[in-house]
């Protein structure tokens, strides 16, 4: 047994190697798919993949507090801004509807997403696909398709 060990041992670096291997090149042709977007789908994208993560986020306090939803993103112990978008929560009827808006509109086309907790149902359903609410930059509003996955 204490012979095969270091074989073993190099067969299991080598697949962990290939698989860090493979991780990175699906993660530049997913960067090259989005860049292919228009950009209104791009902005949709972006927003969309932050809105699926706080609205998890959200589920999961709602979860852990007895049912009581977080009032704001910041009792979730997650910053309401980043350098690139403002967040925001509100509930209706202890369900969380999540905003996010890029802070500077300069060039977008979508300003602003929102979704509720149906999309993380659709997304489960439909290979990581939803739809959600989005406003472009002349304050209309459209229902937009986007992915909690990175586009291969």
């Excluded at 589920?59 to 997650?78: E, F, K, L």
């Excluded at 997403?113 to 930059?137: V, Y």
Aim: with cysteine; net charge neutral; charged share 25%.
């Amino acid at each position: 047994m204490i012979g095969r060990l270091p074989w073993l041992l190099a067969l299991t670096l080598a697949s962990v190697a290939a698989k860090c291997g493979a991780d990175a090149d699906a993660g530049s042709r997913s960067s090259e798919a989005e860049e292919q977007l228009p950009p209104d789908q791009r902005d949709a994208h972006v927003l969309g993949r932050e809105v699926f993560e706080l609205l998890d986020r959200a589920i999961a306090y709602r979860s852990s507090h007895r049912g009581r939803p977080a009032a704001t993103i910041t009792q979730m112990g997650i910053e309401s801004l980043t350098p690139t978008t403002v967040r925001r929560v509100v509930n209706v009827q202890r369900e969380p509807v999540v905003t996010v808006a890029f802070r500077k509109n300069a060039g977008r086309e979508i300003v602003s997403c929102r979704g509720d907790s149906q999309a993380l149902e659709d997304a489960s359903l439909n290979g990581g696909r939803f739809t959600l609410m989005c406003t472009t930059s002349t304050g209309s509003q459209r229902p937009m398709e986007v992915s909690a996955l990175p586009e291969r």
